[in-house]
């Protein structure tokens, strides 16, 4: 088993910044890549960034490259999603999530390619 709890988000007006954290301990070795998922009141889930475990491989949706960063510090078993410019359409609750399969093709757009979910963090952006 993994646990992930997320941390970071808050309230913040149209073009701040915030920086998500996503801790994860219990079998974290069994770990192959990280994702950050968003989900906005009456919306489905949507993949936001995904990152392989060791960070030299990153994807992120079209609606937030260049906007949005995803790392990782493995000696902290932590992951991060920096947001930059926020604007309104970003307010979602943000769920980090990891996968013990590999990446391969686009597996990590997908929720159910994820074993292990955080609780999520509310991010509120004000107009």
């Known amino acids: 088993q993994v646990q992930l709890v997320e941390s970071g988000g808050g309230v913040v007006q149209a073009g701040g910044s915030l920086r998500l954290s996503c801790v994860a301990s219990g079998r974290t070795f069994s770990s192959r890549f990280m994702g950050w998922f968003r989900q906005a009141p009456g919306k489905e889930r949507e993949f936001v960034a995904a990152t392989s475990w060791g960070g030299d491989k990153t994807y992120y949706a079209d609606s937030v490259k260049g906007q949005f960063t995803i790392s990782r510090d493995n000696a902290k078993n932590t992951g991060y999603l920096q947001m930059n410019n926020l604007k309104p359409e970003d307010a979602a609750v943000y769920y980090c999530?990891?996968?013990?399969?590999?990446?391969?093709?686009?597996?990590?757009?997908?929720?159910?390619?994820?074993?292990?979910w955080g609780q999520g963090t509310q991010v509120t952006v004000s107009s």
């Open positions: 999530a990891t996968a013990t399969r590999g990446m391969y093709g686009r597996n990590y757009y997908y929720t159910e390619t994820y074993e292990y």
